[in-house]
């Protein structure tokens, strides 16, 4: 994780594998990769297939929606860059597609999230570099 000056908080710093991932962001998509070989899509990037061990994948656009799979309300920052962010729900995300993936839920009270709550991705574009994954309900 690194920092800018423009933004405070800590920030991705994509590998080979995750480029593609990252990039996809900063187009306002959302990309996961599909093994060639059985189907499969894998959340987050590996270098092969989490089933059948295939290298031959590819990155594949989702929908953008899903559904709280399971979350929690962060009242203690893990750093101190996101301290007035508290209270703010981290959650693990299904996207209708099948693949989990975790970010924070936004735009709606702690209080009112819960275990199924429907969400469509956001784009956050916090440097012209980097743009965060997050997500709002749907609706």
Known sequence: MT???????????PTLIS??????LRQEKLLVQRCRN??????????HCIVCLSQDLEWAEMSGR???????VVRRPAHPAFAADVPYVLAVIELEEGPHMSGNVVGTPVEEVRIGLPVTAVF???TPEVTLLKWRPAG
Do not use: I, M, N
């Open 38 to 47: 059985c189907g499969r899509l894998q959340h987050y990037p590996r270098p």
């Open 3 to 13: 920092q800018t000056a423009e933004y405070s908080k800590p920030l991705p710093r």
């Open 19 to 24: 480029k593609p991932f990252w990039d996809g």
């Open 66 to 72: 899903g559904t709280v799979y399971s979350f929690t």
């Open 124 to 126: 956050d574009h916090v």
